[in-house]
Structures are given as structure tokens and as C-alpha cells.
């Protein structure tokens, strides 16, 4: 019997990344599904959440995010949100620039000025 995949495996990215996309997300060699308000996205690895957000927005036409609002630094709490971990129950607050992308993250409430738009 063939073992479902696991829907936040890791999925590994070959060949060379256009330019514009490694000035944006670094040379990431794979892809992290991640949740955005109940659906899946996969984000390049090693980057922050609000980065993430970027290429879903980018790539996935998932969220619409009104990006004037981020001060990208962590210098005020703009883009605070709810996520927690896939299979726990506790919802966390956190920055979406603070926090790093990481397997079996679910984003709970976008940062304010973020809506998903599917
Ligand atoms: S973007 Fe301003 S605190 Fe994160």
C-alpha cells in the first residue's frame, strides 16, 4: 500500500530561479506548503512570513496584501497575525516579518490590510 503524501512535505525546486525572483525570496531550493485562512500555499523556504505572503501573492494570486501598510523591520507591530502549528490547538500571536517560514504553519488571520482573495 502506497503511503499518502504528507500535504506539508517539502517540495524540492530544480533548475535556476529568474533573477527577480532570487532578489526577492534568496535561492531557495524548495518549497514549504504553508496554510493562508484555510488554504494551502507552498512559499519559498527560508524566508519570513510576510516575504511569503509576497509570493503568494505573486505566484498563487492567493492573498492581496496593501503592502504601504509594513514597515518590513519589526519597528512597530503592523503586521501582527494569528497562526499556529498544523495539529495543535493553540493560536499564536506573531510578526509576519519576525517569524520564518516553517513546515505545518497555518496563518490563522492575515497581518491587517491582507485579504485572501480565493
Ligand atoms: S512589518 Fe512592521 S512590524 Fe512587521
Redesign the pocket.
Known sequence: MIEPRDPYEPIPVEGELPEEEVELFGSYRALIPISVEGERCPVPEGTSV?RALQYAELKHELVKMDWRR??????????EMEYRIAGEERVRIG????LAVRARLEIVRLPKGGRRCR
Open positions: 510576510l509594513y514597515c518590513w523591520n519589526d519597528t512597530d507591530g503592523c503586521c510578526l509576519a516579518c519576525r
